[in-house]
Structure formats: C-alpha cells, structure tokens
C-alpha cells in the first residue's frame, strides 16, 4: 500500500522500539503541540484567541515556558491573564447572595469558570485533535495494509490506557470478523509483551540477590522506565 501523508506518523511509531507505538506516537503530538504554541504562531490572533481562552494544564505550562522563548511566553501569559481577570470581573458580579443559612450553597459562576479552567488546555487540544485522527489510521491500515497487520502484530505491546482506547475502538471502526481478529491479536499482543516486561522487571530483582550476582543482567537493566511506560504511559526521553 502507497503511504500517505496522514499514514506516515503511524507507521513510524510502530516502527519505533518504544514499549507502546501509540505512546510514542502521542509524545511526537504532544512536542509538536508545544513547539507550535511558542513558533510564530503565538502571534496570530485566532491562536492567541484560544490559548486566551483555554490557558494551558500544569505540564504543559512547564513544557511551554520552556521553549526558550521569554518574549513570546510573556504576550501569551499577559493576554490569557488580561481575558481572566475580564472574565472573573463580570462573573462575579452575577453571583447569588446567600440567603440565611442554607443547605445548599448559592451558584456561584466564578467557580464553575475557573473549574472549567482548570480543566482546559490549548497544547492538550491540539494534541487530542491530531490524536483521534491518528488511532482512526490505526484501524484504517490495518484494515488496507498486509504490511501494517505484520508490524502491528511483532510491535512491542501497548500501555494499559492505549490498550483500552484500542479495544474500546474496534467496534466503531471495524466490523464482521475483523473485530473478533483484531481484538484477538491485540490481546495476544498486549499480555505477551506485558508479560515480558513483567520477567525483565522480576530479573532484576534477582540480581539484588547475592546468589544471583554473578549472573548476566539479561534484559533487565532498563526494565523499571518500560515498566512505567506499560503501567503509565511514561516515556523516558534519550538524552
């Protein structure tokens, strides 16, 4: 099957060593999420509109700040606190007065804002955005491209929250007896790499053993990150 430009992100990060592709591929999203908010972009209006708008989560505040760029942090953050303050300004003054004692507190629209703020996230949208498109290509080569199952079925296994995602999709995406396939050897994918990792990680264990000292490291040296990358999705960066 010819690759096609929305294939190409896909099809290497299920080429990649990493202990879940999708993973990986979501780190790529997540840095070109934050790169893109301090490029030129931050100076175009209908973005500094949403990131006025959305602010940004506590990770990728830290990852934006950064980027090396002071100037363009300083416009984005002085406009996002300009809109929040207006905001807050307004909303406050339709908050209802309590009445006696109440069982109930009055609604107060200040709070839901700033819930909703907490919320959102301009680098966190643009990342789902690109996201669901990309595990929509997943079931789209799979079911296109011998090449793609063959990866898919020798890659490295999947984190617990990109297995679920998978197998929560399978239906919507698929039918007939490419579901039960599917689902069938992305359960065989996921355990027996789970179940990999789980022997690495056990091994080294062993080797904090005197009995065991002598004994070659095998596998397990770099176990615990590719542990923490099936159990969380974490993903150590190189260096």
Known sequence: MKEELYTIPVNDAFQTECECPICAMKDVL???????????????????????????????????????????LALVVKTHMDKVIKDVEKLSKKREKPKGILKKAPHDPVLEYLRNLESSCFVC??????????????FYLWKNDD????????????????????????????????????????????????????????WFINKFDYRYYDEPWKNAKDSLPRALTKLNGIVEKEE
């Open 125 to 138: 949208n643009r990342i789902e955005n690109s996201f669901g498109r990309y595990i929509a290509t997943i």
């Open 30 to 72: 997540e840095q070109n999420a934050v790169e893109y908010t301090m490029g030129p972009s931050y100076m175009e209006d209908d973005v500094r509109m949403e990131t006025d708008r959305l602010g940004f989560c506590q990770k990728h505040m830290r990852q934006v700040a950064g980027q090396n760029n002071k100037l363009g």
């Open 147 to 202: 090449n793609f199952r063959k990866t898919y079925e020798n890659c490295k296994g999947f984190c617990n929250e990109h297995y679920r995602i998978l197998i929560e999709e399978a239906p919507k995406q698929l039918s007939g007896n490419n579901i039960e396939e599917f689902l069938k050897i992305t359960d065989r994918v996921y355990l027996s790499n789970m179940d990999r990792v789980r022997e690495d990680v056990e």
